[in-house]
């Protein structure tokens, strides 16, 4: 439709039809209006998979890495493709906009949800997310750019003043929403803190530069619960309030325009935007429209939308997408240390392989939060190394040590409905009287968001726990609120959990546990009934978890380092966990929780060819680092990780991934705001950018990645000047060394020393990625942004360009640039 158009039907709906348009009518859909032929919008979380309205666990999705992985790998061609996956699996759910890429960047490595981001550096982050964009929007349905913007912490983050000069926003911070907006992202979120003084829905940045100066012609959603003020966010440039249907414009914007406090222009502006979106995702037209009532996705009887694409025509975890998430694996995992090229490992000449470390069987395969998906199957490390040796070498396990997490739902393997007898729980919602007003067969003891009834008082789970060894069991239960368990008629749990956050992820997706123990005998069921009262402010989680006796810590930890001794090889897992990395909280430390950094120098004391593989999602500290002949970064990388794993370990691919984040053993940037103000005094100085500032080095650089080959750069070449607006190339010709074909990522950094204005000691300006067999000489031709060249002046509102020349660097990773040559800017 044109805009003319879109004016016209504008003009057909009243005030309160038009403000009825801009606040959801459920937590994850818009309202419909059948009058002009507009159907409900549907929303879903992302990155790393599509969920859809509910958080079900009958309703899986295919589970990418987290977006740090796929930063690592620096391919856009690839990141492209799992777009258009993840496009396919919204159409599959009847699903119009996906709520992601997150663009804000790593300015700390406290971060506690920087596994959703991904990189410290704004081109780097730029570049990968609008290849992401790309590839979903290229199947209409809508990406979502968030969080605008300097959202890149958890602490206080609803509330946090972030305090950001304008230099520093324009050339760091903003970059990745430019580059979205010129990627022709369709909607863009608002953040929940605020920034310089105005909270981000009410913030002029919506409309200069976003609206105004960069053209950005779609829809600003608010994150979800952001929009907290009628008049002054109904004036400013703030489109679409969700969740719904409660918030702060319904009847009181309507009464504010009548006032005059908020001008009914800036209402139609809104809804004009609403209406671009709908059209383009195909929710406005007179054949599609129906009653809100009947636009629940999950249970739409309409056709899903044809999807043109590879994998539109394939049902869910079918091989060519699985063969896709196994490509991604490979391509993000980062190879920080070879010494005596212990990797790759030859399988023929494999007898026992030891695999230990608490990931190692029970791997994070997707951060915390509201990121999360029910994936459709997932591979473990165990399991990928048992099935690439089966019938070669004897493969076996232990965790070595525990590490503190949160409980284990009951789940199809150890409980079944006692009503019908199958594997899972029963579900029953309650009315006042302990009357059943609704039940239904559950595959978890993790329930979110019931089917729930109007006279819906306490939701119940109910299930028969099958022990199947005996001794003393963890038992629990989650929620807030007034929370319930008992054993076979025996109340083990009876008491009030006051709520303490107003943090959406918290109270929503990870309400506190109240724990029991109870001895059970091996093979005697038990029957566990848990009840939560379903007041108003307690979220949507409730939880009956089981975990059975253990090991003893040491007698683990030492048939851990016994099995290493017995093996040609041990390969060590070890990672994070959801009270490391989530959303909701940052992090404390960057040291791996639990004894797990004893395990590793235990394993290493007992055998000498020992592997390590790091299962987290942003940086952790690893003192051992330079005893152990081998690290693999596998991040949390989605369902297949097994296998993607098992193909570098055994050689079968080569490790495609490249540090998108410095790796330190320190934080040099906190995210404690102070007085509910963070200031982000460093300026552009994050990352990379931060350690070129001090004495010491990190322990592994921006961009470092090893492949299974070598390679030595030999030339770089630039014209003489640059032209004033116009990109140059740099040419940089390298040499693969080594015996294998290989890859090699080609990063190309920009330097100023004498400059007279204040920069960082350099820059990315570009990347390639290149190929090569034994012996090949190859040359990457970079493309270099005029952009890398200018600098934001704030005294003039405008980027400005400093005449003279600049240092091009070239090499494999922002502390190992050999290659260097000058470029010069006319005056």
């Known amino acids: 439709m044109t805009d003319d158009e879109f004016d016209d039907v504008v003009r057909k709906l009243d005030l309160e039809q038009k403000v009825r348009l801009l606040t959801g009518a459920t937590a994850w859909r818009t309202h419909a209006e ?53 496009a396919a699996e919204a159409r599959r759910k009847r699903v119009d906009v996906l709520l992601a890429p997150t663009i804000n960047l790593h300015r700390s490595p406290l971060g506690g949800r920087h596994f959703e981001c991904y990189s410290e550096d704004p081109l780097l ?72 003084g105005a909270t981000m829905t009410e913030n002029p940045l919506l409309a200069e530069p976003l609206k105004g100066e960069w053209g950005f012609d779609g829809l600003v959603v608010s994150d979800w619960g952001a929009v907290r003020s009628t008049g002054a966010a109904g ?7 969700m969740p719904g249907p409660d918030g702060p414009w319904g009847d009181a914007l309507v009464a504010a325009v009548r006032a005059g406090e908020v001008p009914e222009e800036a209402v139609d502006e809104k809804v004009r935007r609403l209406l671009r979106l709908a059209s383009r995702v195909g929710a406005l037209s007179a054949e599609d429209a129906q009653p809100e009532e009947d636009a629940r996705p999950e ?10 694409g590879t994998h539109a025509a394939h049902p869910p975890n079918d091989p060519v997408s699985r063969a896709l998430l196994r490509e991604a694996v490979v391509a993000g995992t980062v190879l920080l240390r070879n010494e005596r090229s212990i990797l790759p490992l030859d399988p023929g000449r494999l007898r026992r392989v ?22 459709v199957s997932f591979v473990s490390p165990l399991d990928g190394i048992r099935a690439a040796l089966a019938g070669r070498a004897e493969v076996t396990h232990a965790s070595g040590v525990h590490i503190a997490g949160r409980p284990t739902p009951l789940d199809l393997g150890n409980s079944r409905n006692p009503l019908t007898g199958e594997p899972g729980v029963l579900v029953r919602l309650l009315d006042e009287t302990g009357a059943e007003v609704h039940a239904e067969h559950r595959l978890t003891g993790r329930i979110l968001e019931p089917a729930l009834v109007g006279s819906s008082a306490t939701v119940e789970i109910r299930a028969r726990l099958c022990p199947q060894v005996g001794g003393a069991w963890s038992l629990a239960v989650s929620g807030w609120g007034h929370v319930f368990l008992e054993a076979d008629g025996a109340t083990l749990i009876d008491e009030e959990v006051a709520r303490d956050t107003d943090d959406p992820a918290t109270v929503h997706l990870t309400p506190p546990y109240r724990h029991a123990r109870l001895d059970l005998t ?7 009934v848990a009840r939560r009262r379903l007041e108003p402010g307690t979220g949507l989680a409730s939880a009956l978890a089981a975990d059975p006796p253990r090991r003893g810590d040491e007698e683990e930890f030492a048939a851990a380092i016994e099995m290493a001794r017995a093996a040609d090889v041990a390969v060590v897992v070890v990672g994070t966990t959801e009270e490391v990395e989530s959303e909701g909280y940052d992090r404390e430390g960057l040291s791996l929780p639990g004894e797990q950094d004893a395990l590793v120098r235990a394993v290493l004391a007992a055998n000498p060819d020992t592997v390590v593989v790091v299962n987290a999602g942003g940086p952790v ?10 690290v693999l970064l596998s991040w949390f990388p989605g369902q297949e990780y097994g296998g993607g794993l098992a193909a570098v370990l055994f050689g079968a691919c080569e490790p495609g991934g490249r540090l998108p984040t410095t790796w330190a053993d320190r934080a040099l940037i906190g995210t404690t705001p102070v007085d509910g103000v963070l200031e982000y005094a460093e300026g552009p100085h994050i990352g990379y950018r931060a350690w070129l500032r001090q004495d010491a080095a990190p322990a592994y650089w921006f961009g470092h990645g090893l492949g299974y ?19 140059f190339t740099a040419r940089v010709r390298l040499r693969n060394t080594g015996e294998r074909a290989g890859g090699e990522v080609v990063q190309v950094y920009l330097a100023r020393p004498e400059s007279e204005v204040p920069r960082p000691a350099r820059w990315l300006a570009g990347y390639a990625r290149v190929e090569a067999e034994p012996g090949e000489s190859v040359e990457a031709e970079i493309e270099i942004p005029a952009r890398a060249l200018r600098h934001w002046s704030a005294e003039d509102h405008a980027w400005a360009a400093e005449p003279g020349a600049f240092a091009v660097l070239a090499g494999r990773c922002a502390g190992d640039l050999p290659l260097e040559t000058t470029v010069t800017t006319p005056a």
Not at 235 to 241: T, Y
Not at 299 to 308: G, H, N, Q
């Open 621 to 630: 500290a690893m003192p051992w680092r330079e005893q152990v002949p081998a």
């Open 522 to 528: 091996a093979g005697r069921e038990v029957e566990l």
């Open 354 to 375: 030891a695999v230990i470390g608490p990931s190692a069987a029970e791997p994070r395969i997707q951060g915390g939060g509201s990121a999360g998906v029910y994936p």
């Open 235 to 241: 004036r400013a440039a703030q489109d679409l309030a």
């Open 709 to 727: 080959t070598t390679w030595a750069y030999e030339s770089i070449q630039v014209g003489e000047s640059a032209e004033p607006g116009r990109p």
């Open 125 to 196: 982050t730029a570049r990968i997310g609008a290849a992401y964009i790309r590839g979903v929007q290229s199947r209409g349905v809508a990406a979502t750019a968030k969080h605008y913007v300097a959202n890149d912490s958890e602490t206080e983050r609803l509330t946090l003043d972030a305090r950001v000069d304008e230099r520093t926003l324009r050339e760091v911070y903003m970059v990745p929403f430019e580059a979205a907006v010129e990627a022709g992202v369709w909607v863009v979120m608002a953040a929940y803190n605020g920034v310089n």
């Open 34 to 86: 059948p009058d002009i032929g507009l159907r409900s919008i549907v929303t879903s979380d992302g990155p790393i998979g599509v969920r859809g309205q509910g958080w079900d666990e009958r309703t899986t999705s295919l589970t990418l890495p987290s977006p740090t992985a796929l930063a690592a790998s620096w391919d856009e061609g690839l990141v492209e493709r799992l777009g258009v996956l993840l």
């Open 299 to 308: 249970e739409d009887t309409r056709p899903a939308p044809p999807v043109a």
